[in-house]
C-alpha cells in the first residue's frame, strides 16, 4: 500500500485547507486511516483518524475546526481544516492501518505512511 498526501500551502489565519490522502495497492482491507502532524521542535501528533465505517475521532485541540472524511471507492481520506490557526502550523502525515485500536492509536499501530505536507498558517 503507497499513500500520497497532497492539497498542503500557506494559509492566513482563519483561512481553509483541504488534505487529501490517496492509497494505492491493496486498499481492500484498510480499515483506519489516519492524520498526524509534526510542528517544528516537537513530536508527532494524532489529529485525526477515520475508520472503514465513517466512524471519526479527534484531538481535542483541532475538534470543531477540523473534519476527517473518506470516500472507500476512491482509497482517499480527506481533512478539512477550517478556521486554521498559526498552531496549526506543521507537517501533516497521513497513515494507514488494516486494523483500528481504541483512539488515540499509537503511532506504531499504522502500517504505511505517507509523504508529509507542508502546512504554514500566517497570523
Known amino acids: 500500500v503507497q499513500l500520497q498526501a497532497s492539497g498542503g500551502g500557506l494559509v492566513q489565519a482563519g483561512g481553509s485547507l483541504r488534505l487529501s490522502c490517496v492509497a494505492s495497492g491493496s486498499t481492500f482491507s484498510i480499515n483506519d486511516m489516519g492524520w498526524y502532524r509534526q510542528a517544528p521542535g516537537k513530536q508527532h501528533e494524532m489529529v485525526a483518524r477515520?475508520?472503514?465505517?465513517?466512524?471519526?475521532n479527534y484531538a481535542d485541540s483541532v475538534k470543531g475546526r477540523l473534519t476527517i472524511s473518506r470516500d472507500n471507492a476512491k482509497s482517499t481520506a480527506y481533512l478539512q481544516m477550517n478556521s486554521l490557526e498559526p498552531e496549526d502550523t506543521a507537517v501533516y502525515y497521513c497513515a494507514a492501518s488494516y486494523y483500528a485500536r481504541s483512539f488515540p492509536p499509537k503511532q506504531s499501530t499504522y502500517d504505511y505512511w505517507g509523504r508529509g505536507t507542508q502546512v504554514t498558517v500566517s497570523s
Open positions: 477515520i475508520t472503514y465505517d465513517g466512524s471519526a
